[in-house]
């Protein structure tokens, strides 16, 4: 049962235009989010996060927002940038648990062109 | 300078063998997690440790085992048991809702 989905497995953005990844969860016990960039053979590295109480949340060029009747989040990338090319994964905390352990997506390779 | 350090980067293992995969923090962060990365899937949890001496199964935890004697450390066996080991391994701490990530492990089954 995949609780976090990123249905797009890659997308291709020109630099200098916007990039938009988006994430899916089906639990709405769900409180936290977490986005994080990953190059291969390297730790994820933080990016942003949005706590469920908000639906929007900006640092520089990267803007999360909450949906939360929809169950959906998204990432923008604006502008985007080579360096920016990566894989993106979403992630999500909290649930009846609460464990703090994070609940990943598939992950969304990013490519931006220059 | 704080942080995770995972070891060895790369790691191979005949099938069969039991093989150790290390985590350190000095981040003295309690809580401490284990996840796997497998090709076109996200992470995966395998195993969490929330305080010294106390520690629960994730999502896939057959075929691994770990320990958590001290804060600073937790390490991760995967045992022959384990039908598919070769992926890549990420050791993370947190402290409240920051997470942190070591560089994680490669392990190839020869």
């Known amino acids: 049962d995949q609780q976090v989905k990123q249905n797009s497995p890659s997308l291709s953005v020109q630099e200098g235009r916007i990039s938009i990844l988006n994430c899916d969860y089906t639990?709405?016990?769900?409180?936290?989010f977490l986005w994080y960039k990953k190059y291969p053979a390297e730790g994820p590295t933080f990016l942003i996060s949005?706590?469920?109480?908000?639906d929007k949340n900006e640092d520089g060029r990267f803007t999360v927002f909450l949906n939360k009747s929809a169950k959906h989040l998204s990432l923008h990338i604006v502008p985007s940038q080579p360096g920016d090319s990566a894989v993106y994964f979403c992630?999500?905390?909290?649930?009846?648990?609460?464990?703090?352990?994070?609940?990943f997506g598939q992950g969304t390779t990013l490519q931006v062109k220059p | 300078d704080g942080g995770i350090t995972q070891s060895p980067k790369y790691l191979f293992r005949k099938e069969g063998q039991n093989v150790t995969l290390s985590c350190e923090q000095n981040?003295?962060?309690?809580?401490m997690y284990w996840y796997r990365q497998d090709p076109g899937q996200g992470l995966r949890l395998i195993y969490y440790?929330?305080?010294?001496?106390?520690?629960q199964k994730g999502d896939i935890a057959e075929g691994y085992s770990v320990s958590r004697e001290k804060k600073e450390s937790f390490p991760l066996t995967v045992t022959s048991a384990q039908k598919n080991p070769t992926a890549f391994y990420l050791c993370?701490?947190?402290?409240?809702?920051?997470?942190?990530f070591g560089s994680g492990t490669r392990l190839t089954v020869v």
């Open positions: 992630a999500a905390s909290g649930g009846s648990s609460n464990t703090g352990k994070l609940i």
């Open positions: 981040l003295n962060h309690d809580a």
């Open positions: 440790s929330q305080i010294v001496n106390d520690f």
């Open positions: 949005i706590s469920s109480i908000k």
């Open positions: 639990n709405s016990m769900f409180d936290y």
């Open positions: 993370a701490t947190r402290l409240n809702y920051g997470y942190t």
